[in-house]
DNA sequence: TTTCATTGCGTCGTTATGACACAATGATAA
DNA sequence: TTATCATTGTGTCATAACGACGCAATGAAA
C-alpha cells in the first residue's frame, strides 16, 4: 500500500470479468467490498517488469487458485472521471496512512480489462485484502458494482458474444462431460435469446467438435440426456476459421 | 518533451494505425523517422485530464486535417520490453536534453492501439515532430517499423477482419461515390481472400444498403460500371444485427 | 469497325435453415 | 405396479441461401 508507488506502473491497473457456468446459470466471481453494499471486480495492478498477461494471471490465481487460466483482455477504461479518489483516500486514513496528496493511489487510473472463463468447480473463491468476501454472482441478477465496473461486465459481455464462434467458450466454461441441454443454456445466457433445440442440436453435431459418450446424465427428472464431451483437436481447428454459420 | 511528466499521464502512449482506400487498394499513414529507414504508426500521448478516445483523436486530427474522425480502440500492448529506450535517449541527447536516468520518456510505456478509417481523399498527411515524412504506404508493401509498430498494425488488421460485418467500414473508407468492383476490391482486401465477383454483388445488393445511381464511371477501359453510394439508415441499422451470412 | 476485358444479370443444383411432428425415455405420482 | 408427463433423440419438409458458372451488353483501345 505504501511501496504501490515504487513497485507497480504507476496509473494503471486491470480488472478481470470471471465467468463460470454452473446450475444452467452464467455467474461473475465478484468481491464483497467492505462498510458498503457494493461488489467490485478482482483487479490488480501491474508491476514496473510485469506483462499485463502475467498481471491478470496473477491476480486470476489469486482470487480462484487456478494456475492456468483463459483469459482475454478485451478493453480498456480510460475515462478521467473513472476512478473513486474519495473511496481510497477514506481507505488510506482508515489504515492510518497519510494520505498525501500526491499518493499514487489517488491518481488517475486506466484500467486494462480481461475476461477469464474458469470450470465452475475448480474455483476456490478468495478474497482479497480489500474485500470481505468472494462469490459467485448470477449473471443477471447482480447487486450494486463499484465504480464503472457495471460497464466493464456490459463490454465483458458483449465481447464474449461476438467471440462465441471463435474462442473455445464451451470448452473453458463447461466441465468435461456435459449434455446438449446445458450447452444450449450456455449459449441461450451468453447470446440473450432463446434458440429452437432440435436446430441447436443439429448445429452442433454438424461441427464435428463434439464426442457423444455411452453415459448419459441420472437423476434429473425425465428422460436422462447423453453425455457429450469436446473433441478438442477438431474443436480448435474449426475455431481458427470460426463456427460457420453463426448464431 | 522536459514538460511531458507533468503533463501526461505516466507511462502511457496510445498509436493510431489509419486506415485509407485509393487506387483500389488499402493504405497506411505512417511516419519517416529521422535518420534511419524506419516508419512509425502515429501516435501520442494523454493528456493528464483526457479521455483516450479525446487523445487520439487529437493525434489523427494533427496527421491528416480530419477533425471528425472514425476511431476504435483494439487492444493494448504492454510487453515491457516493447519500449525502445536507446532511441529515446538517443533523441534527448541530440535535442541538447540532460536524459537523466529517470526521464518521463525513458520508462516503461504501455500503448492502447486505436484503428482509424479515413477517407482517402480528405487527408492531409502531415508529419509530427519526431519525423520527416508523412505519407500513405499500400498496406502490402510496407517498410521497416518502429519498435512493435508491425505487430499493432497486424493486429489492426485482424481486428478490422473481425469486425467487417458490424462496423461501417466500407462507407467510412470509400467516398461518397464508389462501384461495385470498387468496394468488392475493399472487401477482398480486407479478408485476404478472393471473392466470385457476381456472388458479391447478389449479396451486397440484398443488404438494401446501397443505392444505384443513374451515373457511371466512365474514363477506364471496357465497360463503364455504376455508381453506388450507402443509404447510411440502412446500413447502420443493418450493422447492429450484423450484416448476415459474414464472409 | 473490330477486339476484348469488364460489367450486369441470371440459372441451376446443392446445402443450410427455421419450423415443427412424433416416438422414446425415465423419474414421479397414483 | 402402472399411468403420467416433461424432456430428449431423431426426422421431415418447404424455403432460403449459397457457390459455381453462363451469357449478353458495354465501351475504350486497337
Redesign the interface.
Known amino acids: 500500500m505504501e511501496k504501490g508507488g515504487k513497485l507497480f506502473?504507476?496509473?494503471?491497473s486491470l480488472d478481470c470479468v470471471i465467468f463460470g457456468f454452473h446450475d444452467n446459470q452464467l455467474k461473475v466471481l465478484l468481491l464483497k467490498m467492505e462498510h458498503t453494499d457494493h461488489w467490485a471486480l478482482p483487479g490488480g495492478f501491474?508491476y514496473?517488469?510485469?506483462?499485463?498477461e502475467a498481471a491478470a494471471t496473477r491476480v486470476l490465481q489469486e482470487r480462484t487458485g487456478i494456475n492456468d487460466i483463459f483469459l482475454q483482455?478485451f478493453?480498456?477504461f480510460?475515462?478521467?472521471a473513472r476512478s473513486d479518489r474519495k473511496y481510497h483516500s477514506n481507505r488510506l486514513k482508515k489504515l492510518g496512512i497519510e494520505a498525501e496528496k500526491d499518493h499514487w493511489l489517488l491518481n488517475?487510473f486506466?484500467t486494462?480489462g480481461f475476461y477469464a472463463l474458469v470450470e465452475f468447480s475448480h474455483v476456490t473463491p478468495t478474497p482479497d485484502n480489500t474485500s470481505v468476501a468472494c462469490e459467485w454472482q448470477h449473471l443477471h441478477n447482480i447487486g450494486n458494482l463499484f465504480m464503472d465496473h457495471r460497464q466493464i461486465l456490459g463490454k465483458a459481455l458483449e465481447t464474449l458474444r461476438?467471440q462465441l464462434n471463435?474462442q473455445p467458450i464451451g470448452y473453458k466454461l463447461l466441465p468435461d462431460k456435459f449434455t446438449m441441454p446445458e450447452l444450449q443454456t450456455l449459449y441461450e445466457t451468453i447470446l440473450g435469446k432463446k434458440l429452437d433445440r432440435r436446430n441447436f442440436q443439429r448445429r452442433m453435431n454438424s461441427y464435428g467438435i463434439l464426442r457423444r459418450l455411452k453415459e448419459t446424465r441420472k437423476g434429473g427428472a425425465h428422460k436422462a440426456p447423453y453425455l457429450y464431451s469436446f473433441n478438442l483437436r477438431k474443436y480448435q481447428q474449426a475455431l481458427l476459421e470460426?463456427l460457420q454459420g453463426?448464431w
Chains 1, 2 share one sequence.
Open positions: 506502473h504507476p496509473g494503471l501491474v514496473k517488469d510485469e506483462t499485463l483482455q478493453h480498456v480510460g475515462d478521467p488517475r486506466i486494462v461476438q471463435y470460426g453463426g
